[in-house]
């Protein structure tokens, strides 16, 4: 079975700082992970997803990821935050079967000027 | 650009009232999905369809009900609405996509329904 921790639930930063969410995924079969972020008050849009082929992923808004097989492990990074990236983010994990995607608990990053 | 609207962004209704929340997209997707969404436990998936009247159970569908009569919407029915059911429900669509291919397994999401059960 699948299944999808995300380490943090709650990250207080300060504005320019570098972050990092992580994300550590258990699956016996090929995976594919996306990372999901939700603003106040909306639904989720899609920030960055691996399928296949480099391990280094880049998404919107200066968000990037990378797949670690060995660690089990997609943690998405920014290297300076703004304000407006505050927001709950979601890490998911699918596999190669029909159109599930299994959610982590969420983290909610919390910038602070 | 793909849709997804749900009927309603706030409901509040009553124990044991029959609630029905809609879901519509626009682009043509097969699959159809249903999420509640509760602090510190993320988004759990309540049923999906993938096709036209075909439904199946997700993680936790007691106390729920799905109807998939048109490609373009998908309902989730609360038979006789509980407090436990006080939530924030979202739908989503995708793609039906060999996997690994573009596109494969991501999934568009409606703004979301905060249901109120008194």
């Known amino acids: 079975a699948q299944s999808v921790t995300q380490l943090d639930s709650q990250v207080p930063v300060f504005e320019e700082a570098p972050v990092e969410l992580r994300c550590n995924y258990s699956?016996?079969?090929?995976?594919?992970l996306f990372w999901y972020v939700q603003y106040p008050n909306q639904g989720l849009q899609l920030l960055l997803k691996?399928?296949?082929?480099?391990?280094l992923v880049k998404g919107i808004n200066g968000f990037e990821a990378e797949f670690n097989k060995s660690q089990t492990s997609f943690h998405l990074r920014k290297p300076s935050v703004h304000i407006s990236d505050t927001a709950e983010y979601f890490c998911a994990v699918s596999g190669p079967l029909r159109g599930k995607l299994i959610f982590g608990q969420g983290t909610e990053l919390s910038v602070k000027p | 650009d793909v849709k997804v609207t749900q009927s309603s962004r706030y409901l509040v209704k009553r124990t044991g009232e029959k609630v029905f929340l809609e879901c519509v997209q626009d682009m043509d997707h097969e699959n159809m999905f249903w999420y509640r969404q509760d602090p510190g436990l993320g988004l759990r998936l309540i049923y999906f369809?993938?096709?036209?009247?075909?439904?199946e159970k997700g993680d936790i569908p007691e106390g729920y009900s799905v109807s998939r009569e048109k490609k373009e919407r998908f309902s989730l029915i609360l038979e006789s609405a509980s407090t436990n059911q006080t939530s924030m429900y979202l739908c989503?669509?995708?793609?039906?996509?060999?996997?690994?291919?573009?596109?494969?397994?991501?999934?568009?999401f409606g703004p979301g329904t905060r249901l109120t059960v008194l």
């Open positions: 989503a669509s995708s793609l039906s996509l060999a996997p690994g291919t573009p596109g494969y397994n991501e999934q568009f």
């Open positions: 369809s993938y096709d036209v009247k075909m439904k």
């Open positions: 699956s016996s079969v090929s995976v594919y």
């Open positions: 691996y399928l296949s082929g480099s391990t």
